[in-house]
């Protein structure tokens, strides 16, 4: 039996900065606490002889994930290598020639061996390069690799590798697995389920509260100072997000940073690319790529609209969602607590999508608008193919059902839901 003492450190709905503090009795040890939500399913694909290929953002947690990995795959006797192609003494030989391998690792034994390889995108054609050994070596090396940004698949990936890798994406960490990191465990069964106690409900949106203004990024969620927690953030967008760039051949660099925030502070709303262009004084195409490395540097979504072939329908603007509240908020410059917010609501509006990405697949969530800008938050399409509209207030008092008559007469059988701060938490999307 281990025994925790917890620290939780937030900024409460009305501007106050307070703590928490209890002891957690359990049979766990700092590792688990550690480990993402993702590492038990990755663990289980380590038995398939298909190729791992670990996909995020920057910063996520890939590498630390692989580590974990590694550890318990050693402590099991298996034999382990692990490679970084940040390294150029490693990368060259790679570059030169696949069967370069087996100089740097040892060649093939009567043992299954289990080869990490992190940054796989700074091979020139890295899906040459694990075919070739795949093709020969499937049944005894085993590739588990990550990749930083989704256009490198795009772009190097020559052979899409079909049917010999399974994609797994580690986004930033969710409100479930933000209290995971918090060590707070013994909340989480009372997210989205439908039969939340109201006892847990002021702790639980405390931490959601934090959630909204600093994101999911592991290292900010462990850093308990709100002025660190600012700056690791701004290091993230100033270095990490301009990385991408850099290594996507970008050409303006000023360009690509105003685009992100303009679309920070334009959250929730309509993607007009003629006006982010214009305001970053680059023409039509650029502003496309710089959107489409943004999108492949899992920074941003774009959310497509429902339509059911209503010419009044809008059916070519998409909205504007971000990957990370607290990347989102760094761009805008704004860290006030959520009650002194006046970007509350769209702030709401960006979460409740992120969760119903985790709920559903992208295409299967839509959001609705007509030409006269009548519109619905979100469609979304269920398993079991019922439609359901959710329009997020942060405050239930100002949804009022007339307004949507628009929705409510063109779609009467698609119910349209509230979600507010009073009920988000609690509602069980899936029912």
């Not at 295409?363 to 398993?383: L, M």
Request: aromatic share 14%; proline share 3%; net charge neutral.
């Amino acid at each position: 039996m281990s025994i925790f003492i917890y620290f939780s450190c937030f900024w409460n709905n009305f501007g106050i900065y307070s703590f928490t503090y209890g002891i957690i009795l359990e049979s766990i040890t700092k590792e688990d606490i550690m480990k993402r939500f993702l590492y038990s399913d990755i663990k289980k694909h380590l038995k398939n002889k298909q190729i791992t290929l670990l996909l995020g953002a920057r910063q996520t947690g890939k590498t630390t994930l692989m580590h974990q990995l590694i550890d318990d795959l050693k402590k099991n006797g298996e034999l382990v290598f692990f490679l970084t192609l940040e390294d150029q003494d490693i990368l060259k030989p790679l570059n030169d020639n696949p069967k370069n391998l087996f100089k740097i690792i040892p060649p093939i034994s009567d043992s299954r061996m289990f080869l990490f390889i992190d940054k796989i995108q700074y091979l020139d054609n890295p899906s040459n390069f694990l075919k070739y050994h795949y093709d020969i070596y499937q049944n005894s090396l085993k590739f588990i690799v990550t990749g930083s940004s989704n256009f490198y698949i795009d772009r190097k990936f020559k052979d899409s590798l079909a049917g010999r890798k399974r994609i797994f994406e580690l986004p930033t960490l969710s409100l479930a697995e933000f209290l995971h990191f918090k060590q707070r465990d013994d909340l989480i069964p009372h997210l989205n389920t439908g039969t939340a106690a109201m006892i847990y409900n002021d702790e639980i949106k405390n931490f959601f509260y934090e959630y909204l203004i600093y994101g999911g990024y592991p290292e900010v969620v462990l850093e308990c100072n709100l002025k660190e927690k600012a700056l690791i953030l701004k290091e993230l967008w100033e270095s990490y997000a301009k990385k991408d760039a850099v290594e996507a051949h970008l050409q303006n660099l000023d360009a690509y940073t105003h685009i992100l925030k303009l679309m920070a502070s334009q959250t929730g709303s309509l993607l007009n690319i003629n006006s982010l262009s214009n305001d970053a004084s680059i023409d039509h195409k650029s502003a496309d790529e710089y959107l489409w490395v943004m999108r492949k540097s899992f920074h941003i979504h774009l959310l497509l609209p429902f339509f059911n072939n209503i010419s009044s329908e809008l059916r070519k603007m998409p909205k504007i969602f971000f990957a990370d509240l607290g990347l989102r908020n760094s761009l805008t410059g704004n860290f006030q607590p959520i009650g002194l917010r006046e970007d509350k609501g769209a702030l709401l509006e960006n979460y409740i999508y992120l969760l119903l990405r985790k709920q559903f697949t992208g295409d299967n969530i839509r959001f609705w608008r007509t030409q006269k800008k009548h519109e619905v938050d979100f469609v979304v399409q269920k398993k079991n193919d019922t439609l359901v509209a959710y329009e997020v207030k942060f405050d239930k008092d100002r949804f009022r059902i007339s307004k949507y008559k628009t929705f409510t007469d063109t779609y009467p059988d698609i119910p349209l839901e509230c979600m507010d701060m009073d009920n988000c938490l609690e509602y069980d999307f899936q029912t």
